[in-house]
Every structure is written in C-alpha cells, then in structure tokens.
C-alpha cells in the first residue's frame, strides 16, 4: 500500500481535516469572487424592520442552505448519520440566527453582550430547562463547526500588521502564555486534576479561551465532555470580567492603554475583550484587541508545542517512544489550516483583496462561531458543571484566572504604561 494510499482517507474523513476543507472552501469562493450573501443584525426599535426585511431573511436562508450543503458533505466524508443531520441543522442554524438577532439589538450592544454570551445562554436554556429533541441532536457538533469557523479566522490575523502594530503585544502574550499555563497547570494537578483536563484548562485560560481549549483537546486526545466543561466555563467567568474589569479601571484611574492591554490578555473571548474595550475607550480597544490578536496568532505555536510536551508525557508512562510521525498525528489539523489562512492573507493576496474580503471573512467566520456556542449550551447542563470531578476543575480554573489577573496586570504596566518602553500611541 502506497503512502497516499495510507494518508488519503484520514485527509477525507478525520473532523479537523473536513474543517480544513470546508474553510478554505468559502476562501476559495471569495477568491474567485463569488461572495455569499451576510446578512445585517444590527437593530434597535426603529430599524428593526430592515433586519427582518425579505432581502434580510432571504440572505440568511441562502447562507443557510451554503453552509448546509458544505456541512452535510462533511458528515458524509466523516461517515456521520446524514439524514439525521440534514434534519437538525436548520435547527442549529436558526438558534445561531436567533443569537444574533438577539445581540444585534442597540440595548444588547451597550451592555457588551455579543452573539458569543447569548448563543451560549439560548443553548443552556433548551438544555437545562427543556431537552434537545433527539432529532437535532447530530447537528449539535460543537467542535466541527467551531474548527471551521477558526481556519477561517486565519483569514483575519495579519501577522505583518501584529508585528508591525503590536510588538509590546506579542510579547505581552508570550508572558501570559509561559506563566499562566504553568500556574494553571500546577493549581489543577495540586487539585487532583487528570492531565488531559489540566492541559485543556491551563491552555484555555492562558492563551485564548474555547478556541484554545479545542486546540488543546485535539494535541491531547482528550474527552469531549471535559471540553464542553471548559468551554461552558470560559464563557460564563467572561461575563462578570467583561463587565467589572472597566468598572476597576476607571476606579483606580489606571491608564486606558495599560487597562486595554490588561483585558486583551486576561478575557477568554474574543467579543467580550472588544466589548469590555469599547467601555473604557478607543485607545484601551485598540490595545486590548493588538493583544488578543497576539495571543490568537500564538495559538498554531502553542498546540504544536503542546503535541510534542504531551507526545513526550504520555510516552515516558506508556513505554511508547515519541516520533515525528506520533506528533503529527496528534497535532490538531485544523490549526493547520488556520496558519495557512493567516500566512495566505498576509503575505501572498493583495492588501485591496485582503480589505475587500476582510467584511465577509469576519461575517462568515462568526456565522461558524455562533453555531458552536449554541452547541455548547445545547451541550452543557449545569447539574454536569458543578458535579464533574466534584467541582476542582472549575475552581481550578478560577483559581488560575485569578492569578491571570494579577500577573497580567502587573506585565501590561510594565509593557504599555512607560515604565520599561514608550507608552504606545493607539
């Protein structure tokens, strides 16, 4: 049998290679210039009606039915239940409309609450006090759509424009990382925490919140309950930070920068971290997103590393001895595919294509995301969040942020406050 003989189905039937594909297939059509219809979700009392508008809604079904089709590909590649998924994903797909709905409206924006905290709650809401119909269940696929959603992210973070804007940010970032997954890491072992559960809570809370976590499940082989627990987490601990964090910093009058650079890198989400920015002002929203993106940027770095440290882990337990091959198969794919994304729009489009396209990659990317924190919430029930391990996960999680708040605050002072640099001017 032949190399690609071995290679090919894993390339058309593993979930992180399909999220690859089905990425890079709406890259592919916004390179040829077939854009597909985004619609509109910003409303308030009076401009309600442009929302629900026919060319509106009709918008959404046709982005509907796009992703549909590339969806229920996928499921037939990865072998999945096909007619039951084609069933339940225009469920999905309207509960992800509705989170949207919901947080486009004016009085939802000003309280900092995104498609990310409502699709969450929609999600919980059916989960914890109704049930999910046994239907709709194979389209409830957290990981496939959030996966796809994240190669296109890619698309988004110019690594020449972070260098260029956000050097004190990246090494900010790297700080973060290093510290704050170690701490996160010792705090769940000292806890009693499984290594795979700590893995995907340190690396959760260091570096970037769910994206991070599924990365980190993906290096690590790890339990898709564990990760619906740690994406469940991250979401809810964002909300309460997104909302006190600005209140601290206008009550101890710390500098705009140093408290943007201080949300960047401690708020697990990327909308919460733009929200809570938008709160204190311009120049703390400019630093906290520089951050963020830092931060993002170092995801494909941090899930290699993590392969290779838990590769290296499990082989001194096991007997097994690492290798190059062992490593790429646990490496998730799908941040593969991010990279190549993010080293496609960099350095090898145009910057026109790249500003054209730049709308439509960030409104396609969040359709994907608002699909998987619906799941997540379809998939959480909060009996599960509280007597998982006996709750020392979350508190371990807790802890960890804690610690993050600290640490983080004291490295943005140092970085963006003029203490060792120039205090940048955003």
Do not use: H
């Amino acid at each position: 049998m032949t190399k690609s003989a071995v290679r090919r189905p894993r390339l058309l039937s593993s979930e992180d290679w399909i999220s690859c594909w089905l990425g890079f297939a709406l890259i592919l059509l916004a390179l040829v210039g077939v854009q597909p219809p985004v619609p509109g979700f910003s409303w308030d009392g009076a401009s309600l009606e442009a929302v629900l508008a026919s060319e509106n809604l009709l918008a959404s079904c046709a982005l509907g039915a796009l992703f549909m089709v590339l969806a229920t590909a996928g499921i037939r590649l990865m072998g999945g239940n096909l007619r039951a998924f084609v069933v339940g994903f225009p469920a999905v797909f309207l509960l992800g409309w509705l989170s949207q709905f919901v947080a486009g409206n004016a009085a939802m924006k000003s309280w900092g609450l995104t498609y990310v905290i409502t699709g969450l709650f929609i999600g919980l809401l059916i989960s914890n006090v109704l049930a999910v119909p046994q239907w709709m269940r194979e389209a409830v696929r957290t990981e496939y759509y959030i996966k796809t959603g994240l190669v296109i992210l890619g698309s988004n973070i110019l690594i020449g424009e972070i260098l260029q804007a956000g050097m004190l940010g990246v090494a900010q970032a790297f700080l973060v990382i290093l510290v704050i997954w170690y701490v996160c890491f010792w705090i769940a072992q000292k806890m009693r925490v499984d290594d795979e559960f700590s893995a995907m809570l340190a690396t959760a809370v260091s570096i970037c919140g769910v994206s991070a976590a599924i990365a980190a499940c993906g290096a690590v082989q790890g339990d898709r309950k564990k990760l619906s627990y740690v994406t469940s987490l991250v979401l809810i601990v964002a909300i309460p930070m997104m909302l006190v964090m600005p209140w601290v910093i206008s009550q101890f009058d710390i500098p705009p920068v140093v408290g943007g650079a201080w949300l960047g890198g401690t708020i697990d989400t990327s909308g919460a971290v733009v929200a809570a920015g938008e709160i204190v002002g311009d120049s703390a929203m400019s630093a906290a997103v520089i951050v963020k993106f830092s931060q993002n940027a170092m995801l494909g770095l941090a899930a290699f590393a993590l392969s290779v440290w838990w590769t290296f882990r499990t082989g001194s337990d096991t007997g097994e001895k690492p290798s190059a091959s062992i490593i790429w198969e646990r490496f998730p794919k799908f941040v593969l595919g991010f990279i190549v994304a993010s080293l496609l729009f960099s350095f090898a489009l145009s910057a026109d294509f790249v500003d054209s396209t730049k709308s439509l990659m960030k409104g396609l990317r969040t359709w994907w995301f608002a699909l998987a924190f619906v799941c997540i919430g379809l998939e959480t029930r909060f009996r599960d969040l509280v007597s998982m391990d006996e709750g020392r996960p979350a508190i371990a999680f807790l802890a960890a942020q804690g610690v993050n708040i600290f640490w983080t605050l004291i490295v943005a002072w140092l970085l963006f406050g003029g203490v060792l640099f120039e205090v940048p001017a955003l």
